[in-house]
């Protein structure tokens, strides 16, 4: 699907929002890990002292990413973000017999960030039409966004799982104590193209 710019008017709200997010962080966050962590899914993940920091972690990491991104280029999609924690938190969770399902409880995360999204968005204007753009892009970026980093994550699940299958039927085959290496930097897994595609118009000094 095409992605479709918002008009210059609506890139200011969505700037401001994300910047009210990015100074706010901790009190979304508050929010985010409370959900998260509470899903009835998530049990296993909850009583698990490391999975359970991780997930905090993970957690901060995108909301910060996509807030970030959003502030310097409103408009513009986000790419899938994949940082070190995500990768060690896939390989864990692969290790203690969970599978792609666990991911779900990104979703959770995400609708309690959009819920205090929709109350910041009612605090930068009145306008009704500006409003719903507001929402619209908004709701588009963060779906594409946590949809990417979703079947990046899962295709690392499934990678790893991979690797333990293939170490298992390997006779007189160990594999490292930290298993397989993790880049140190973000990266994606699913092929896709990073390239940016640029939001709204830049604003230049006068």
Not at 115 to 143: C, H, I, K
Request: hydrophobic letters at 35%.
């Amino acid at each position: 699907m095409t992605w479709q710019h918002p008009s210059e008017r609506t890139c200011d709200p969505l700037r401001q929002g994300a910047e009210i997010a990015l100074n706010s962080l901790q009190e979304w966050l508050d929010d985010i890990d409370e959900a998260t962590l509470a899903a009835v899914t998530r049990r296993a993940i909850a009583q698990d002292p490391a999975l359970r920091a991780a997930t905090r972690r993970i957690n901060r990491a995108h909301l910060a990413f996509w807030a970030s991104e959003t502030a310097r280029d409103p408009g513009a999609p986000v790419p899938a973000y994949v940082g070190p924690d995500s990768l060690s938190h896939a390989r864990d969770l692969v290790r203690r017999g969970l599978d792609e399902s666990a991911l779900d409880s990104y979703r959770v995360g995400q609708n309690a960030a959009w819920r205090r999204w929709m109350q910041t968005a009612f605090t930068l204007t009145s306008d009704p039409g500006e409003l719903r753009e507001l929402l619209d892009v908004s709701a588009r970026s963060v779906s594409g966004f946590l949809d990417a980093t979703i079947v990046d994550i899962a295709a690392r699940m499934a990678a790893e799982r991979e690797e333990l299958r293939a170490a298992a039927s390997t006779p007189g085959t160990t594999r490292p104590a930290g298993g397989s290496t993790s880049p140190a930097t973000p990266t994606t897994y699913s092929g896709r193209s990073t390239r940016r595609v640029s939001g709204c118009p830049k604003r230049w000094p006068r």
